[in-house]
């Protein structure tokens, strides 16, 4: 008896663009929200909200985790760097490598977004490797620096109390209130009820992902790949070997206002997208055989 292939999750060519700028334009406008929040300085401690890192783990969760992943990512550059007239060319490439990664394996991580317990790990685990993927590269990049330069005796040991603190922080300041809470609670909410809007049916518990497999030997590789690329962009741009770079004092004139300027502009591009996600799911139920189409 032949054994019963795994159904596979996928999505339409046009359903991945709405995950796609959904999840860029929800994320890119948290994102100029977290910059009007100010820091929190207990001695020789600074809370500060790195993210709202439950908007992209929720929808790698319920979608496409590659698709949205790479969405949010994106939204972060055009809307959190190139709006605001400061964006830093190829030293934006770390972040943007090692994010959206990390957003991309928690998502591979749930197999049944109404197990609160999968979607919990997954949460911390995509915060957890986002920070530790960022911290590796700023140590690397100092340990490089007083190898070559003969710096101060105890630098680079100090850097790695200094990351290992900012890393604690983040992963538990952070991670926990705006990434595992706001996550443990949106993706069983929401499951059943936002795919419909794509015109999507929720993925059955057990369902797999189309592209590479959660815990994979080629998973870690393109891990270890991507962090190389990453370390090697940042420190080309530290080297001031850098391009692609655009600064302007538009912020600088306009001050706060060219924040609200890109929430502006990032409110809009979901609203429209929402509204064409709801007129798409209109057409769909008045053409016989469309309503319940969920994959390609």
């Known amino acids: 008896m032949k054994k019963k292939m795994t159904e596979r999750y996928t999505l339409t060519s046009s359903q991945k663009m709405m995950v796609f700028v959904l999840s860029m334009s929800l994320y890119g406008l948290s994102n100029m929200f977290t910059e009007l929040i100010p820091k929190l300085q207990l001695g020789p401690i600074e809370l500060s ?12 969760i319920l979608f496409h985790p590659m698709i ?5 990512a994106l939204g972060e550059v055009i809307f959190g760097e190139l709006m605001l007239g400061q964006f830093g060319g190829l030293g934006e490439l770390e972040k943007f490598l090692t994010f959206s990664f990390a957003m991309y394996v928690a998502g591979r991580m749930v197999s049944d977004p109404r197990n609160r317990r999968q979607v919990g790990i997954a949460a911390m685990t995509g915060v957890i490797i986002h920070q530790f ?9 100092v340990w490089i620096g007083v190898e070559q330069l003969e ?3 105890g630098l680079a ?3 790695v109390l200094i990351e290992g603190g900012g890393f604690l922080n983040d992963v538990l300041f952070s991670g926990i209130l705006f990434a595992l809470l706001p996550t443990l609670y949106l993706v069983p909410l929401l499951y059943g009820k936002i795919e419909p809007l794509l015109g999507i049916k929720p993925r059955n518990p057990g369902m797999k992902y189309e592209g590479i497999g959660f815990f994979r030997p080629k998973l870690i590789l393109i891990g270890v790949l991507l962090l190389g690329l990453a370390f090697g962009a940042e420190s080309l741009s530290e080297m001031d070997i850098n391009f692609a770079v655009w600064e302007t004092d538009y912020a600088d004139q306009y001050g706060s206002a060219s924040i609200w300027i890109s929430i502006g502009a990032a409110a809009l591009v979901a609203v429209v997208t929402l509204l064409i996600m709801r007129a798409k799911r209109s057409k769909n139920k008045t053409v016989p055989g469309t309503e319940n189409r969920p994959y390609a």
């Open 157 to 159: 040991e100090s850097v």
């Open 68 to 72: 949205a992943a790479l969405g949010a």
């Open 151 to 153: 710096a101060v005796p």
């Open 49 to 60: 909200v790195e993210y709202f890192a439950f908007i992209p783990l929720t929808l790698c």
């Open 133 to 141: 993927l960022s911290s590796l590269v700023d140590i690397g990049k």
